[in-house]
């Protein structure tokens, strides 16, 4: 069963950064998909960010453009970059992984079956 390790969560105040870090273990298949979801109390959970492994393709949720970064350093680890944080960012992080996808690449089209456990991100104003 894949596993799915994130790093990096924590508090800071308005303006500041964190990186957060997910690593996948224990998979057969190749992941395809790469993404960071976040959910705040109260709300549905949203995309953040995904890549296409190996390619450069990117999504980006319109709240984070500009300001959140993802990248890969190794095909089984993805970061998010986060600059400029808002209190809104507020949330719990989850790293998610697709075999899969259907179609023209995209969020939606990703198979997303792995999920780590999450990491809490708290911006304070």
């Known amino acids: 069963q894949v596993q799915l390790m994130e790093f990096g969560g924590g508090s800071v105040q308005a303006g500041g950064s964190l990186r957060l870090s997910c690593v996948e273990s224990?998979?057969?298949?190749?992941?395809?998909?790469m993404a960071w979801f976040r959910q705040a109390p109260g709300k549905e959970r949203e995309g953040v960010a995904a890549l296409r492994t190996g390619q450069p393709d990117t999504y980006y949720a319109d709240s984070v453009k500009g300001r959140f970064t993802i990248s890969q350093d190794s095909d089984n680890t993805v970061h998010l970059q986060m600059t400029s944080l808002e209190p809104e960012d507020t949330a719990m992080y989850y790293c998610a992984t697709a075999p899969t996808y259907e179609g023209a690449w995209s969020l939606g089209s990703c198979d997303f079956r792995f999920w780590g456990q999450g990491t809490q991100v708290t911006v304070s104003s």
């Open positions: 224990r998979r057969s298949v190749r992941s395809v998909c």
